[in-house]
């Protein structure tokens, strides 16, 4: 994938249907915090500080390369407009911390976008390796082998009792976040999600809406749930008490779609195959009507209601119909809402039209 | 077109977009009223007149087929299950009246499906024949001329002061009703039509809606507007004042389409594309629900905003989504409202399927 890619594409393979429990399961990721000694963490480092963690991850890079099999786009914030940093943000490859000044702050991003390597975020790395559907184990071997590499070139900070230090106490010990993005229609449309949120944060995980998180309006019903805890407790712990949390979470799901789909196949499929037909041909199209539709769409496919072939375009739309994608497209942001919406429905139209199911 | 066509067929050539003013003017339609001298009406009738009457009338079929050019199917009510004759009252070839008793109630149709001869209606012959747009002079001509061929071969009661005889003195003198069914959605939408009604009414005109009239909601913005004086007035003058009257409706409608592109282009052509969506793919449809969607997307065919290619199927999908149409072919009217949905919307999209557009 060539660098335009990067702001000029909405497609992300990770965000791609497949792998396993891919059916509830969008995607799963891991982060790994980790600072270099003897330089203070992003937020108080000078510019010489910033530089010379700059430099230090720079070298490590080619090893990188060669540990994960594919080059690495390298993208520094500071060439970087305002817009082309929304869209990176919208694709999860880096964070909105990572803006507060963009000054040696650069990020490494595989061509396949699977790995991205934050340089001065808040932490001097973020590792991130995201995959398909759920599974923890394959991207954290991945952040770990390549945490391993940067260990083994340079000095990391690392306590024998508090574990990797990091800038900020929530990521002490491991410097572990694992995130797994759970799309639950069934729960939110049973009610039975604000359930699933208390009893997940009971268990020490949290869980928040992808969007539309603000308005308790749980726009695309699209959810990420994540370890708060990363001290006291092994990597393999972390990740099996969330792989379980998430299992857990999908056989719900389930149980919601299969209830639905006793009682109420018909509306479910009419309002699934209503949702594609709009998507398919409005001429106006908000953010958050795109996210209610896609999800219809989305369950639709999953409950086998509409060809396969429209589930290609998931992941395609739920960045391509974004407004930060969008005005990067245009190249301007000053754009009115209805303008926007008019691109937004022109753009979902041109993504649907490759893939027409009937 | 068979026979079998009559009832298994939703096609209507004279309802299809055609003629003249055919972006408001679905079609026009003349009916003559004639009696034969010396035997009662038909309500008064006993089943030896009726039989006479059904016999004179199918003595001169020869001529009408020779003078319409066309072979005329013969349905004998008696003969038809009571789901077929409600098809020939959803198609306005015969009326409900026609109904109240089958035997002897006979009507001729002629394979073009534009003429129909009721045989012992209210009067014993009804003559009615329909084109598409806005054309009374053709129809007038048409029906005028199995009139003379009736009248040179039977005793037809004419009186010379109250002209030609009828069993409701309402349609006394010419015996004539011109009618013209007109798509209104920009009056409707406007709110204008009300006006239009009123002024109507005071010019001697009836206008009624031809869906949903009785809640008073328009459904599918499709009107009636006829004559309702018969008496006094010659034929030519029946016709020009409902032509004129037309006229000046078309213009208002078109009027008021114009003020909607100028202040509302952006959300009528997306209201309209989302119609067109819905009726491509929903699963289940009400009655209600089709006729709302299909006048939008008709208005958007007539403003240029989707392809002529669906236009084609606005007269098929107006018949065809028809609950009497549907339980016809379904042979049963024991469905339940949501499976009368689903068959509906299975229908429509089929309808829909041969010319798709984009």
Redesign the interface.
Known sequence: MAIADLFGSASLPWLNIGGRESDVVLSSRIRLARNFRGIPFPNRADFTQLAKVQEMASSVLPEMEHAVGQSFDVVDMDRTSPLEREVLIEKRLITRNFLRSPQHRVVFISQGRHVSVMVNEEDHLRIQCMVNGLDLDNPLSMASGIDDLVESQLDVAFDEKMGYLTSCPTNLGTGLRASVLLHLPGLVYTRNINNIINISQQLGLSVRALYGEDDQEWQGDIFQISNQLTLGFSEEEIVGNLKSAAKEIVSHERRARKALELYRK??L??SV??A?????????LSEKEVLDLLSKVRLGVDMGFIGEACAACFSEILIGSRTSYLQNLAGSDNMSG?ELD?MR?EAVRKIL?VHRV?
Do not use: F, M, P
Not at 276 to 284: E, F, K, P, T, V
């Open positions: 018909d509306q499929e009419d195959w209503r594609y037909g709009i998507l398919c041909h409005a001429r106006s209805s008019r429905a039209s009937e």
